[in-house]
């Protein structure tokens, strides 16, 4: 399955036209003409803000169910689409990001502009084991690995820096 840069007007009416479509769209924010994944990323700040004020154990418990629903959704979505992880999928961003934010709960408001860029660095540079993911893993299982990996790692640097600098 090839991957086009925008959705063709059939495409997005399937996308559109289900509940695991606008899941996996992001509830719209993928539906951006361009940069779609930093829509996704900047969308995904929305219920941070709720879910941080959440336990721990909570919040992880609601990525975990986050990724699980993505999983759904973006397999569900991608067959749609005809494309296994089309770039208007962003529902993985969502996820990526919250992970990525995990440190930002116990830190200064600077650390959730630090962990937006550190998750958005990661996601499109894709660093081993971040691109292996995205090429060999297919599916909603694939969409939807490689950005948590990816916010783990950027979880992990902010906590780094945060511990150097914070």
Known sequence: MTQKKTLTAEQRRRLTSSLAGWIACGFGS??????????????????????????LPLYIGIVVLAFALGVWACGIAGRALGVDDHRSLVWDEFVGQWIALVPALFAPWWAVLAGFALFRLFDVAKPWPIGWLDRRWKGGLGVMADDAVAGLFAALVLWGGLALFG
Do not use: E
């Not at 929305?46 to 336990?55: E, V, Y």
């Open 30 to 55: 993928g539906l951006a003409p361009k940069a779609q994944g930093t829509f996704g990323s900047l969308a995904a700040l929305l219920p941070w803000l709720l879910l941080r004020h959440l336990p």
